[in-house]
């Protein structure tokens, strides 16, 4: 079975840092390409950043590139999301996901394989 499992969301201050983990399993993913999204109560599913397994090309949303850095851990099946400098609106569920295809316009449709997502929550 294919699993996509986030942790290390939580409670944290402006300001602060996080980093969100996503421990793959259930098939290679060498060649899918890793993704996450995150959804605030209420609002869409939107895209925050994308990388190939290999994490050799890496794509974010225009409002992420300066915070937000995605990146692989081959050998321990793991994707990484590092978040500084957060603030109370980045305060959402975060997802992990995986697809076959890189999309230059990612949207939730476009992934086959997500986590149960973990809560990151900002306080000001």
């Known amino acids: 079975q294919v699993q996509l499992v986030e942790s290390g969301g939580g409670l944290v201050q402006a300001g602060g840092s996080l980093r969100l983990s996503c421990a793959a399993s259930g098939r290679t993913f060498r060649g899918y390409v890793m993704a996450w999204f995150r959804q605030a109560p209420g609002k869409e599913r939107d895209f925050v950043a994308q990388s190939s397994w290999s994490g050799a090309y890496t794509y974010y949303a225009e409002s992420m590139k300066d915070r937000f850095t995605i990146s692989t851990d081959n050998d321990k099946n793991t994707v990484y999301l590092q978040m500084k400098s957060l603030k109370p609106e980045d305060t959402a569920v975060y997802y992990c996901?995986?697809?076959?295809?890189?999309?230059?316009?990612?949207?939730?449709?476009?992934?086959?394989?997500w986590g149960q997502g973990t809560q990151v929550t900002v306080s000001s």
């Open positions: 996901a995986a697809t076959g295809t890189w999309y230059t316009r990612p949207s939730p449709s476009g992934f086959a394989y």
